[in-house]
Every structure is written in C-alpha cells, then in structure tokens.
C-alpha cells in the first residue's frame, strides 16, 4: 500500500491563480481530511469527507473547495489564491467503525506570490 | 481561541534521559487523545493515543498520561535516543468525523 499520496510536492502561485492539490488513498478508508500548517503553528482542518459525495467545512475553509467523487480522492481546490494561503497542506485519512488514527500524507508546499 | 495548547515550543534533552512533554486542553467534549511526531519535509506520523476513559497507555518506550480533571496530557519517552528530535504534536479528537485539534508542537532535541 502507498497509503496517503498527495501531488505536487511544491508549487508556486502567483496571486489570483486557482489550482487543485491532489490526494489519494489506497486503504479503502471513508474519511478524509484536509489540514493546513502555517509556520510555528499546529495543523487547522480545512475540509473533511465522511465518504463518497459527502463533504463538511472545517475550521478555515475560506477560499477552498473540496469534492469528493469517488472513496479513493479527495482534491482540495484553491480559486482565486492568495498570499494568505501560503502554507504546506496535508492530506488524512481515517478508516471507520471506532479507528481513531488519522494516517496523512507527505503534505504539498504552496508559495503564493 | 486556541482549545489545544502545548506551552513549551523546544525541548532539549541528553541521550538516554527521559523526555517529558506536555498539552493542556480546554474543550470539554474532547473524548480521544493523540501524539503525532513530524519530521521536517514529511507528514505527521501517529506515535499514541489514549481514550477519555484511561489515565495511562504505553507503548514500549513510550508513555501518554491523561489527567481529565487538569485537562492536561503528557507524553513520556524513556530512555530518549537521538532519532526521536522531531516536532511532538499533540491532538484532540471530537466530533462525529472525529475532527482533530492540533497544539503548535514541540520540537524535541535529543543530543547525543
């Protein structure tokens, strides 16, 4: 199993440029999650998925859009970017039925300028 | 309005001694707790957890006490070897998709 891949590893954006950060996992998991990580800061929820179809806003979802389409992908749509997004962003993913663990990704470094 | 906090940003430890790092958390509805430890340019990776209902759980050189009533957790790594310094972080599980709520970490330093 690769478990939690994300694409690209880095990017740079110029303001106002939109892009689509890619997850994907391959342990059959039902939920998954984006997060953000500015510097010197802990993780904050973006958006979340509890299966195919379904999607939830988390803490900071301005300026994002998720969908989820199928149980494998999970892509995180930036519109419109903006320094303020500058961040590295991971991927999670979480089986169900009392599992607790969220597994995450390798994350993907954005730099908008 | 930060619901998971851990108050000391580094940690710096000899070989061999005991690592002791600590989070306090203000949400009550809180009810699973866990350690993540992230090396630079990776994920976070799971280290521990321990559910509301206990107060201690190990996993061989690692320890997580939960004291409910302080809102306070701990994580304990003994003895502590160099290829342990990472950010330590600590998060809080709640919520029907079991959303976690991360603190800003700990880098731990283990010098040989």
């Known amino acids: 199993n690769a478990g939690v891949t994300q694409t690209p590893k880095f990017r740079i954006l110029k303001i106002g440029q939109s892009m689509t950060l890619q997850c994907t996992q391959d342990m059959n998991h039902n939920y998954m999650y984006w997060y953000r990580q500015d510097p010197g800061m802990g993780l904050k929820l973006i958006y979340y998925?509890?299966?195919?179809?379904?999607?939830d806003k988390g803490e900071v979802p301005n300026g994002y859009n998720v969908s989820r389409s199928t149980t494998e992908d999970f892509p995180l749509r930036l519109e419109l970017a903006a320094p303020s997004q500058t961040s590295v962003y991971f991927c999670?993913?979480?089986?169900?039925?009392?599992?607790?663990?969220?597994?995450f990704g390798p994350g993907t470094r954005l730099l908008v300028l | 309005d930060q619901q998971v906090k851990q108050n000391s940003p580094s940690l710096s430890v000899q070989e061999g001694r005991i690592s002791i790092l600590n989070c306090d958390y203000t949400n009550s509805m809180f009810d699973y707790f866990l350690w993540y430890k992230k090396y630079p340019a990776e994920g976070p990776t799971f280290l521990i957890s321990?559910?509301?209902?206990?107060d201690k759980n190990e996993d061989g050189r690692f320890t997580v006490f939960l004291n409910k009533s302080a809102k306070h957790l701990s994580l304990h790594i003994v003895p502590s070897q160099p290829g342990d310094s990472a950010v330590y972080f600590c998060a809080a599980s709640a919520g029907s998709a079991r959303q976690l709520t991360f603190g800003s970490g700990t880098q731990l330093t283990v010098l040989p």
């Open positions: 999670a993913s979480r089986i169900s039925g009392g599992e607790e663990t969220q597994y």
């Open positions: 321990i559910s509301s209902i206990k």
């Open positions: 998925s509890v299966g195919a179809g379904i999607t």
